[in-house]
């Protein structure tokens, strides 16, 4: 069946039932853990940024921020709701479980989009509204109803959509884009692939289930692993570079060069996996630590630069 077949089926299946859904159900279509990875890495551009910006206005800023990556969450279970129902982690989700109405979903999404970014401009300023709709339609159109589906290098190229938060909180105070601000959104964007084809190693009959072309079930494991290793230097490489333009201190740098190596360590573990390993361990153990590793760098760089206005104040 094609995908727009599938849709078809689920909307002709729910226009025939009341909606049951709870306030929980609707909270769960916000994605709140992607959401949580959002807000702080947008926090963290705006706290960097260089400027002022009145704490009422950072919090309305952070708040459509967040509302624009539910949105986006909302939208991409709405599109992915057939795929989700056979995928063993995905398939408790409120539309494959029955809980809420795809069209109120697509509805719900669309209202909370339409809010954050007008919102954002009306309060902040309108570059940073245009980088949050741009990032929902990335997200929502380009990776989710395009890349997904039709590509090994989906995660490669949507890995867009994640690292635009940083940027967006940078122009929330500065009005601009600066080459620290698109820094931050190259961290992001370069760790996206490693950490996510971390996941797919150990989820791949699930997105063989599902036909999405997943790096490991298109291109096969040894490729997957080779490339989880490339990406994880390069995020590493990147994750010093602040030090460079003078965004963080040498400190910071020190801190950057441990964490990166680190992270490039489980890559190489994964890298010398058994390829019939099936426990997956190496990977799965990659996959938590480049979480704690995206976490811990942007905790470092907004401690760099905590201290940094600590001295500047005593010597002022």
Known sequence: MSTVENHEAIASQSALRISEASAGDYFALLKPRVMSLVVFTAFSGLFLAPGHINPLIAVIAILCIAVGAGAS?????????????????????????????????????????????????????????????????????????????????????????????????????????????????????????????????????????????????????????????????LTAAVGIAPVFTGLASAYYGAVALCLGAALVWYSIATYRMAEDDTRMIAAKKMFGYSILYLFLIFSALMADHLVAMFIAGGHA
């Open 73 to 233: 969450g909302a939208l991409n279970m709405w599109y992915d709701a057939d795929i989700d129902a056979v995928m063993e982690r995905t398939a408790t989700r409120p539309i494959p479980a029955g809980k809420v109405i795809p069209g109120e979903a697509l509805g719900f999404g669309l209202v909370l989009s339409a809010f954050a970014v007008t919102i954002l401009g009306l309060a902040v300023n309108w570059l940073a509204a245009g980088l949050l709709a741009f990032t929902i339609f990335f997200y929502a159109v380009v990776y989710t109803m395009w890349l997904k589906r039709s590509t090994p290098q989906n995660i490669v190229i949507g890995g867009a959509a994640g690292a635009f938060p940083p940027m967006i909180g940078w122009a929330c105070v500065t009005g601009g884009v600066s080459i620290d601000s698109i820094l931050l959104f190259a961290i992001i964007f370069l760790w996206t692939p490693a950490h996510f084809w971390a996941l797919a190693l150990f989820k791949m009959k699930d997105y063989g289930d599902a036909g999405v072309p997943m790096l490991p079930n298109v291109a096969g494991v040894p490729t997957t692993k080779t490339q989880i290793v490339l990406y994880a230097v």
